[in-house]
């Protein structure tokens, strides 16, 4: 549940950052979406370009915000050019608090600075007492970046992007004379004026060279920046920052419910585009059943989901066979469709997962011993956050009358086994499953927030 008083908290919030940044005497812009600060982001983020030299007293500002509102770090990241903080309450009632800070100390493309912080604080305007940058920067900014990697801007922003030029064309052209000859730069300043922006992309060719004009003319800082950048990039890619989980249980335990709530609150925190969902395995390979029906091994596919113990579990050869299979699909898939997910710095949310297979492995017709399940599952990549759901067995039976009674203890146990193991992290759905959801949504901030703290010192 999103609380309803976000809208007062966020003006808490960005009144004392910006009371903090004059206060401190912080060098800042605020890039974009601007226009109904300082009351409410208006947007998913707040972007705020600041001085190198100030960024540290500008984390300094946040962090002691946080403690002040007994906030919490939903999110926080940094790597050569931008920190990202997501800040995270709850208010009376339980409901969900959260805004969104990014800090940038500079405009870059592969490492190479565009716009320094000077350069983007130059001409600064200023809205409701908060410093932005001007609109030439704020066209610059993305534009720039949008030539240097090959990609045409939206068509959203051609009537804006048309006005400016108009009226800035000189500041604009000078700025891309620091890597265009002269008459290339005036030729793509008149395309942008004239509306036509989202149809301008570079050539390769000409992206490359002025790449190199950009670096070279940087002298031995460029060095310093491509080293962090490729330092970062190599990071990124060893221990992506991205959030995965997956909540497991019996059929009847409320799940689907409970999910959805959390999928909300996830979105609330991380981004609208940025939570994704999946069911129990990545599907990276198809149903075993579709496999089957393509060798001409059966004729007709079963596709009732609505009774997945229907089936009984197959021989040893056949468990192995699936087995097998659904550790391939673990593992290629996790390469292949979840890691991927992860370095973007996304969630990727699974509706069980390999945890199920082991609890309750005869709903994937699966009959083996629980010590090679446990075996095949320590070699594969599994979720940080792992949740098992637990209702009381009558309650689950009353809404799932598939099972019975001793098979949902039975079930209930083996999951409580991988939480003693520390496989799963228990949670508990006999009362609202909003409660439910903030309990599994609160424990991965709390999570990210002990690691936020320990990097932030």
Not at 366 to 383: D, E, K, Q, T, V
Request: aromatic fraction near 8%.
């Amino acid at each position: 549940m999103i609380s309803q008083t976000q809208a007062t908290f966020e003006a808490d919030v960005l009144g004392a950052l910006f009371a903090g940044f004059a206060l401190r005497h912080l060098r800042y812009a605020v890039l974009r979406n601007y226009e109904s600060l300082p009351q409410s982001v208006g947007a998913r983020d707040i972007d705020i370009v600041v001085h190198p030299d100030d960024l540290a007293a500008a984390c300094k500002l946040v962090t002691d915000i946080t403690g002040r509102l007994g906030l919490r770090y939903g999110n926080y990241f940094a790597d050569e050019r931008l920190t990202q903080f997501a800040l995270v309450g709850r208010d009376e009632a339980g409901a969900l608090l959260q805004i969104k800070i990014d800090f940038f100390i500079r405009s870059e493309v592969y490492g190479i600075e565009v716009l320094s912080a000077d350069d983007m604080q130059h001409d600064m305007r200023t809205h409701n007492g908060v410093a932005v940058v001007s609109e030439p920067v704020l066209l610059l900014d993305k534009w720039i970046f949008h030539l240097l990697v090959g990609r045409p801007l939206h068509t959203k922003y051609d009537a804006d992007f048309a006005a400016i030029a108009q009226t800035d064309g000189a500041v604009l052209t000078r700025a891309l004379t620091r890597f265009l000859p002269a008459a290339r730069a005036e030729a793509l300043v008149a395309r942008l004026a004239a509306g036509a922006g989202s149809q301008i992309v570079l050539p390769g060719s000409e992206r490359r060279r002025s790449l190199l004009r950009l670096w070279a003319a940087q002298g031995a800082g460029a060095l310093g920046r491509s080293g962090r950048f490729l330092g970062y990039r190599l990071r990124d890619r060893l221990h992506p920052h991205g959030v995965f989980l997956s909540v497991s249980g019996p059929d009847g335990s409320g799940k689907t419910t409970v999910i959805d709530l959390v999928i909300t609150q996830l979105r609330a925190i991380y981004g609208d585009d940025a939570v994704h969902y999946a069911h129990f395995r990545p599907t990276m390979l198809p149903r075993i059943a579709e496999v089957a029906k393509k060798a001409h091994a059966v004729e007709t596919v079963d596709d009732n989901y609505d009774q997945p113990h229907r089936a009984k579990p197959s021989g040893l050869a056949g468990s192995t066979a699936r087995l097998v299979y659904y550790w391939l699909d673990y593992m290629g898939g996790y390469s292949h469709s979840v890691r991927p997910v992860l370095k973007r710095r996304e969630v990727m949310l699974f509706d069980r997962y390999y945890f199920d297979m082991i609890a309750d492995s005869f709903r994937s017709r699966i009959a083996l011993p629980m010590p090679l399940l446990l075996a095949m599952g320590r070699i594969l990549p599994l979720p940080k956050y792992a949740f098992f759901i637990h209702v009381k067995p009558a309650e689950i039976h009353r809404r799932k009358q598939e099972l019975t009674k001793e098979r949902i203890v039975a079930l209930n146990a083996r999951y409580g086994d991988l939480v003693r193991r520390g496989w799963l992290i228990e949670v508990d759905n006999n009362g609202a499953p909003e409660e439910t959801a903030a309990a599994i949504v609160d424990h991965i901030v709390a999570d990210r927030h002990t690691q936020a703290v320990r990097r932030l010192r």
